[in-house]
């Protein structure tokens, strides 16, 4: 069938309409458009319309990967997810993941290190950390090279308590809240209890948001 006509899509920058006599459109990139030669008048067998529209997806679907990660940080695993939900196949999910790696724009064991330097800068212990290691796809291999660079669990707690405090001293009850607090945040029970122990037992008012 032959091509009729070409024009760049007036709602996606990256996007080249080819409209086929008999009604049919392909929705392709730059790329193919180039890489097969495509022109007014040419005529391309069914063959070349499969691999057109098989192409085109994958170069669409790179595009889109390309904003995606240029917009925020994402591990592979929610970066794959996020194409397949935009309607991506997996192969071509998984194939512009590829490419994402082998350019470095798309890098899992710097987004786990980024991860573990924001969380531990936040105030968050390291089994807060490993949930959301988990919860956004990090492989589990790259975890404890991450957390090694993790701030010291003593320090940060004292830095929580600093804040949280202002320099109060706390009864009983206090102690416990505050205990409580930074268990939530996924502080390890050995390093709380050593510094609530620490803490003056004189009583006073304690109030904080978490």
């Known amino acids: 069938m032959k091509i009729e006509k070409i024009e760049r899509s007036k709602h ?5 309409l080819v409209y086929l006599e008999g009604g049919d459109l392909l929705r392709i990139t730059e790329s193919e458009l ?23 997806a994958r170069s669409e679907t790179r595009v889109r990967a390309a904003n995606m990660i240029s917009s925020r940080p994402l ?9 397949r939900e935009k309607g991506a196949v997996e192969a071509d999910a998984e194939s512009a ?21 924001h969380y531990g800068g936040m ?15 990090v492989p589990r291999e790259l975890w404890e090279d991450a957390l090694s660079k993790s701030p010291d669990a003593q320090e940060a707690i004292a830095r929580v308590i600093a804040q949280k405090t202002k320099g109060r001293v706390l009864d009983e009850k206090g102690r416990k ?5 930074l268990l939530r945040r996924g502080f390890a029970w050995r390093d ?6 620490q803490i003056s037992e004189n009583a006073t ?6």
């Open 12 to 16: 996606k920058q990256e996007r080249v």
């Open 34 to 56: 180039l890489r097969f030669g495509l022109c007014i008048g040419l005529d391309i067998d069914d063959r070349t319309v499969v691999e057109l529209q098989q192409s085109g």
């Open 75 to 83: 591990s592979r695993k929610e970066l794959s997810k996020k194409l």
């Open 97 to 117: 993941c590829d490419w994402l790696e082998e350019i470095g724009a798309l890098n899992d064991a710097e987004y786990a290190a980024m991860l573990v330097h």
């Open 123 to 137: 105030g968050y212990g390291e089994a807060k950390i490993r949930d959301e290691l988990y919860r956004r796809g």
């Open 177 to 181: 809240r505050l205990s409580d607090m």
């Open 192 to 197: 709380v209890r050593a510094a609530i122990a």
């Open 205 to 210: 008012e304690f109030d904080y948001e978490e």
